[in-house]
Nanobody, 115 residues
Framework: QVQLVESGGGLVQPGGSVRLSCLAS????????MSWYRQAPGKQRELVAS???????NYQDSAEGRFTISRNNAKNTVDLQIDSLVPEDTGTYYC?????????WGQGTQVTVSS
């Protein structure tokens, strides 16, 4: 069983930035396809950004330009940097790791964008 633990959320003012981090408890993190999802209040969970084991990235159209996903295989972490925050970025951000038929989720970290 792989555990994913997110951190870095909180209350942020519009226009600010936040960096979320996800720590994975696995010895084969290098092989995992990692993603960040967001669930806004009253809405379904949606994919924000993904990064392959080789570092290739993919972003939801609305996330292009303000969101940056990165990974550090030596530290077993995947980060999501969000710049120029807007209230619509508010939600719970979840880390997901996939390897073969296995898929794991973290418990989520809350980001609230408000003045």
């Amino acid at each position: 069983q792989v555990q994913l633990v997110e951190s870095g959320g909180g209350l942020v003012q519009p226009g600010g930035s936040v960096r979320l981090s996800c720590l994975a408890s696995t010895t084969i993190f290098d092989y995992y396809y990692m993603s960040w999802y967001r669930q806004a209040p009253g809405k379904q969970r949606e994919l924000v950004a993904s990064i392959s084991s080789g570092g290739g990235t993919n972003y939801q159209d609305s996330a292009e330009g303000r969101f940056t996903i990165s990974r550090n295989n030596a530290k077993n972490t995947v980060d999501l940097q969000i710049d120029s925050l807007v209230p619509e970025d508010t939600g719970t951000y979840y880390c997901n790791g996939r390897f073969g038929s296995f898929s794991y989720w973290g418990q989520g970290t809350q980001v609230t964008v408000s003045s």
